[in-house]
T-cell receptor, first 114, second 113 residues
Framework: DADVTQTPRNRITKTGKRIMLECSQTKGHDRMYWYRQDPGLGLRLIYY???????NKGEISDGYSVSRQAQAKFSLSLESAIPNQTALYFC?????????????FGPGTRLTVL | KQEVTQIPAALSVPEGENLVLNCSFTDSAIYNLQWFRQDPGKGLTSLLL?????REQTSGRLNASLDKSSGRSTLYIAASQPGDSATYLC????????????FGQGTILTVHP
């Protein structure tokens, strides 16, 4: 089984809809991240969480919110989706106690906003 | 603000060649540097991680070096194979961008038989 899973893998929605992307991990890591990837712009951090009670904005948090329901679960919400949020979204995890903070990525969610 | 640049943007080589991918970063106060592989439409696979105190890491046919003071890293792939075709991403952790990985744009590698 994959260590970092994301659901759904693909989603098509309409402008104005509320969307939730979910991430779960079985690696036992304390740190979790949400990134988006756009052609020509690379990967950019949306939000990150170093433990259940810690949530931090990344460089492009506007229009997004997150919830860390448990150590293993980190959800990303688009409150009112817009077409320029069409992108590939990745969840990642790392072990903050390991010293090296190597990040491990999920398979991604392809989101299309019409 | 940390910026990461990867050169070349794309590379096409015949099978069997040894090749070098380059990564440079503007803020040398990093904690580590990570190399990833990404297949089209797929997630990122971590290849190698180099701590700031290390000079290089090796895994199979891959060798990554780090010169922190000059803000450079290279990924060396020996005896390339068609299965190595993918996008290779370099990312740094730390410095003025603490809390996140800063990614380069990637090098698209094609190895043809």
């Amino acid at each position: 089984d994959a260590d970092v899973t994301q659901t759904p893998r693909n989603r098509i929605t309409k402008t104005g809809k509320r969307i939730m992307l979910e991430c779960s991990q079985t690696k036992g890591h304390d740190r979790m991240y949400w990134y988006r990837q756009d052609p020509g712009l690379g990967l950019r951090l949306i939000y990150y969480s170093f433990d259940v009670k810690d949530i931090n904005k990344g460089e492009i948090s506007d229009g997004y919110s997150v919830s860390r329901q448990a150590q293993a679960k980190f959800s990303l919400s688009l409150e009112s989706a817009i077409p320029n949020q069409t992108a590939l979204y990745f969840c990642a995890t790392s072990d903050g106690t390991s010293g090296d903070n190597e990040q491990f990525f999920g398979p991604g969610t392809r989101l299309t906003v019409l | 603000k940390q910026e990461v640049t990867q050169i070349p943007a794309a590379l096409s080589v015949p099978e069997g060649e040894n090749l070098v991918l380059n990564c440079s970063f503007t803020d040398s106060a990093i904690y580590n540097l990570q190399w990833f592989r990404q297949d089209p439409g797929k997630g990122l696979t971590s290849l190698l991680l180099i701590q700031s105190s290390q000079r290089e890491q090796t895994s199979g046919r891959l060798n990554a070096s780090l010169d922190k003071s000059s803000g450079r890293s290279t990924l060396y792939i020996a005896a390339s194979q068609p299965g190595d075709s993918a996008t290779y991403l370099c990312a740094v952790w730390g410095g003025t961008s603490y809390g996140k990985l800063t990614f380069g744009q990637g090098t698209i590698l094609t190895v043809h038989p």
